[in-house]
């Protein structure tokens, strides 16, 4: 059962543009939603967290906006640059269970220079 | 300091063999978590060590796959038997508290031919 659906599955911005990547989830119980980023070959890198008592995070050009209501949560890169290009993947958890991590599908970023 | 280290970075291996893949995790972190992931999706959970015991395995597909943890520290994940369809990359994450932040590592791509 897909928990955490992402999309889009690819993105293409230029450099100095706006990326922004959603995702939706399902389980109510979930209390702490991750960002990661991963380049080829490598492992992900978290990114910025939030937890649903705060409806935006900023970090620098990174900010999660969270809808705890519409079970909704985005991503979004200002000032985006070539060097962002990556595949994130937006998570979720349930502190209580342990905090497995359940996984978006991942999109595909790609900032043109 | 050092972060999350995973060996071998690749093996390949022959189908029914069997393999076994090393993590260490960041010093001090208590929980300890195994990801599959496969090319062009997200990470999924297999297992999570709490210390030495196993909090939660329920997301190791069949009885082949197993994992250790015997020093509360370094952990094994061993595959018996393997088949093609075990090839992934798989990731191993340690995080300090729950819930809270989880920090991989690169990875061990692993091959079955």
């Known amino acids: 059962q897909q928990q955490v659906k992402q999309s889009p599955q690819s993105l293409i911005v230029q450099k100095g543009g706006i990326s922004i990547i959603n995702c939706a989830y399902e389980n109510t119980a979930f209390d702490y939603f991750p960002w990661y980023q991963q380049f080829p070959g490598k492992g992900p890198a978290l990114l910025i967290a939030i937890r649903p008592d705060v409806s935006e995070k900023k970090e620098g050009r990174f900010t999660i906006s969270f809808n705890k209501s519409a079970k909704q949560f985005s991503l979004h890169i200002m000032d985006s640059q070539p060097g962002d290009s990556a595949t994130y993947f937006c998570a979720a958890t349930q502190g209580t269970s342990g905090s497995r991590l359940t996984f978006g599908e991942g999109t595909q970023l790609t900032v043109n220079p | 300091g050092a972060g999350v280290s995973q060996t071998p970075s690749n093996k390949v291996t022959e189908k029914g063999k069997y393999v076994e893949l090393r993590c260490d995790p960041i010093s001090g972190h208590t929980a300890l978590y195994w990801y599959r992931q496969s090319l062009g999706q997200g990470p999924e959970f297999l297992i999570y060590?709490?210390?030495?015991?196993?909090?939660?395995d329920s997301g190791l597909p069949n009885d082949r796959f197993f994992a250790v943890r015997p020093e509360g520290s370094v952990s094994t994940l061993k595959i018996q038997r393997t088949e093609r369809g075990d090839s992934a990359v798989y990731l191993c994450a340690s995080s300090l508290t729950l819930p809270t932040a989880q920090y991989f590592g690169p990875g061990t791509r692993l091959t079955v031919l």
């Open positions: 060590f709490q210390g030495t015991g196993a909090a939660d």
